[in-house]
């Protein structure tokens, strides 16, 4: 079973970047999308972004224009540019591949991120 590995994340002030990155720990194919979700604490997950095979991306309505997604795709590495952040982008991210033919999404450990003064 292929898994997936995460870093990047940390504390940083509001107003401050971090860039987020995931990638399968071997070759995988069958990769329908990759992307990122996160959970707050006492709230729902939801999704950050997401990019399909096509290379469009999709974002969540709390982060557009502020946080971009991107896809090695000879690597299934994606990044996750996080500008501008705001205490309520606090969350555990979790980094997400969704597999061709209707398999199981895989899901990563998840990375802390804070945003603090």
């Known amino acids: 079973q292929v898994q997936l590995v995460e870093s990047g994340g940390g504390l940083v002030q509001p107003g401050g970047s971090l860039r987020l990155s995931c990638a399968p720990s071997?070759?995988?194919?069958?990769?329908?999308?990759m992307g990122w979700y996160r959970q707050a604490p006492g709230k729902q997950r939801e999704l950050v972004a997401v990019?399909?095979?096509?290379?469009?991306?999709v974002y969540g309505d709390s982060v557009k224009g502020r946080f971009t997604i991107s896809r090695i795709n000879a690597r299934s590495t994606v990044y996750l540019q996080m500008n501008s952040l705001k205490p309520e982008d606090t969350a555990v991210y979790y980094c997400n591949l969704r597999p061709l033919g209707g398999a199981e999404d895989l899901w990563g450990q998840g990375t802390q991120v804070t945003v603090s003064p």
């Open positions: 990019v399909r095979n096509s290379g469009h991306p």
């Open positions: 071997g070759h995988f194919f069958r990769i329908a999308a």
